[in-house]
């Protein structure tokens, strides 16, 4: 009996080394984090709740293994007329456990330049009020646009400052579904909106950011499934902040309501 159970753990550790590397094989460059469940052997896998069928409206490309791969389509992407444009794609940046996810609407010079979200004087302040009023290091969140190519008012000029301009509803549309994948991934317990543009999109709303900020929404998109709400927090974007010192005082406000909500995962 001895002999016959110690063969039946030698297969079963045979077995989990077998499936260990076909997963290894199967998501090359993996050092990124990954929630992965493992199948059962006997059963094929099922989307839980945590990890939802995509509704087939929200994306309209491929669902990539991981992360690196959805940076890798970016890169690649000429879907509107931004890819031909840019001088870098501008994915993203931070942890992919991180509870808050920022949301801007586009890159700009700074950022076509460097392949970096936020990283001129705005992004400078960006990182100072996080570490002031919540602690956290831009390492310890997640920070994205709507739109990964710089949106041009002169799209043969990239070099020149001063051209940047909003994306259109039709740019926007076709880049969507990599945010709403990034946000799949990371899972977060709340997005902070930055500015009216992304406010406006992820909240559905034509109200202008002075209106709505002040207050928690809850994403009226359900990534994960009915069950798995995620805050909104609509703020000014750092620029405005740059442009109009007064509306500090409320940005503030909004970070204090963030800060509360992640440490007690509440919002009263
Ligand atoms: S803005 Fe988005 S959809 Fe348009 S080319 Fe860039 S990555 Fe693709």
Redesign the pocket.
Known sequence: MRRELAAAARDLAAYIKAQDENLAEAAPGSSVVKRVSRPSPAAPPVPTAAEPEVKPSAMTHKKPADMDALAEQ?KA????????A?LN?VFGVGTYKAKVVFVGE?PGFQEDHKGEPFVGRSGQLLDKILETVLGLKRSEVYIANI???H?MKNPETPEAHGNDRP?TPE?IS??RP?LDEQLRAIKPLCIVTLGSVATKVLLGTDKGISLVRGRAYDYPVELFGPGHPIKVIPTYHPAALLRNPNLKRDTWEDMKLLKSFLETSKIG
């Open positions: 970016v992407c000429r879907k509107c007329g931004l890819g031909h840019r794609a586009g739109v990964k190519c949106p994306p740019e076709a880049c990599y």
